[in-house]
């Protein structure tokens, strides 16, 4: 049986090449049915998949959102009204602490999924910052290490010191240095037809990092 999924990344990278050559409102609405048909429609049925069949196997319940397509546009120089990005989201809790969640993103230069947390709100990241400087840093540590030899790598730290008042040669400088912590790999063109696998795959290995962010914030 062919994968439902299959035309997803193919028929949105070529969509959303079109639309980086004609970002307007004209073009857009005269495309629309396409959008619709091409990238919301089977975007929202791999959302409820994704968070079925992820959420059977952790056991927890993951929310699943879509990106709208339209830039906010109050405080951008860029006047360019539609992303040129199709962004999807699984929220996984909920509870009362902060949730960690996981990613898939495509646009004509890239095809990523990766999973975290996008930005510590102010008691997430005390939280956080209070955590690294114990086992649980020890242990994130040796997790983002395993996570690397898979090819899952972190942003870069936001700031470029370490904050008040850990010292500034701690042993998990990088960690306290930042203000949110997500891991992203490249979808190989090969998977770009199993968008499903790839979100299984990544999901899996994330599955230690995600359950310590959990813990620790």
Known sequence: MPDPF??????????????????????????????ESALKAPALLLLDQVAHDLGRLSGQTLMPKLFRPHRDLRFSKDKTPYHTHLH???????NNRQQPALFLGISPDYVKVGGGIMGFDK???????????????????????????????????ELKRVPAPFDKDHRHTDLLRRKSLTLWRDVPPPQFATPQTAMSETFTALH??????QQGV
């Open 88 to 94: 999807m989201l699984w929220m996984i809790g909920p």
């Open 6 to 35: 299959a035309r997803l990344i193919p028929d949105a990278q070529a969509f959303l090449s079109d639309l980086s050559g004609n970002n307007n409102r004209d073009w857009f609405t005269s495309q629309k049915s396409r959008y």
């Open 208 to 213: 230690p990092m995600l359950t310590l962010l």
């Open 123 to 157: 008691s997430a990241l005390t939280d956080w910052r209070t955590a690294v400087d114990g086992r649980f840093g020890d242990n994130m540590r040796q997790t983002l290490d395993d996570l690397a030899t898979v090819g899952l790598a972190p942003d870069l730290p």
